[in-house]
C-alpha cells in the first residue's frame, strides 16, 4: 500500500539559510526555488523552519521591517522531523495531531528531505479529513467513492459530507443540501 511506503520516498531536498540572514532574503530564497519554506541554520545545524505562513504571522502583521528582521526571530524552532524509514502512514497521522503542513525528513537525526500535504496528496489517495487511504480501482474490487476539491484535496464521500467546506482551502464540497420535509423530521 501506498501509505505503508518510507516518508523519504516523497520527501525533496531542502533549501536552508543562515538565521543570521534577513528575511527579504529567506522570502527571496523561497520565490526563486518554487517553495513554501526554508530550513535555518546555524553553524550548519538545522535551529528551525521559516514558513510564509511565519514572514505574514510575525513579520508583516507586526508591521516589522523584513530586511531588519533576522529568519531566527520569525522561525519557528524545534521543527517536527520523521525518520526516513518511518511509514507515510505515520507521518499524516502526526502531520494531522499537530495540524502540520510540512514535515522534515531526518536521517539518523540529520535533516536530509522535506514534504508537504500537497506532496502527500499528489502521490496518494488520501482522505484530508480522516487521514486513511481511498481505496482504488487498482488496489480492490470495491473501490472507494471520493470528493476532490478544486486544490486537490480529497476525501472519503461521507467524509466530505461531514466536513462540508475543505481544510485546505475552505472551498464548499457539497453541493447539494438535502433538507428533509417536515413531514419526515421528529418534530413534523
Known sequence: MVLDMPAAKIA???ITIDQEASVVDAAK?????ARGSVVVTSKGEAVGILTERDVLKRVVAKSLDPGRTK???AMTGSPVTIEQSEP??????????????????????????????RDILKDTRVCTHCGKEIKSILETTEPEAFVECECGSRYHKNCAETVVNCVN?????????VYPDPSETFSG
Do not use: H, W, Y
Request: charge should be positive; proline fraction near 2%; aromatic fraction near 2%.
Open 169 to 177: 482551502c475552505s472551498r464548499s464540497l457539497v453541493t447539494n443540501v
Open 12 to 14: 525533496r531536498p531542502i
Open 29 to 33: 530564497m523561497m520565490s526563486d526555488n
Open 88 to 117: 507515510l502512514r505515520k507521518a499524516i497521522d502526526l502531520m494531522n495531531r499537530k495540524g502540520l503542513r510540512r514535515m522534515l525528513v531526518t536521517e539518523q537525526g540529520k535533516i536530509v528531505g522535506i514534504f508537504t500535504l
Open 71 to 73: 529568519a531566527k526571530e
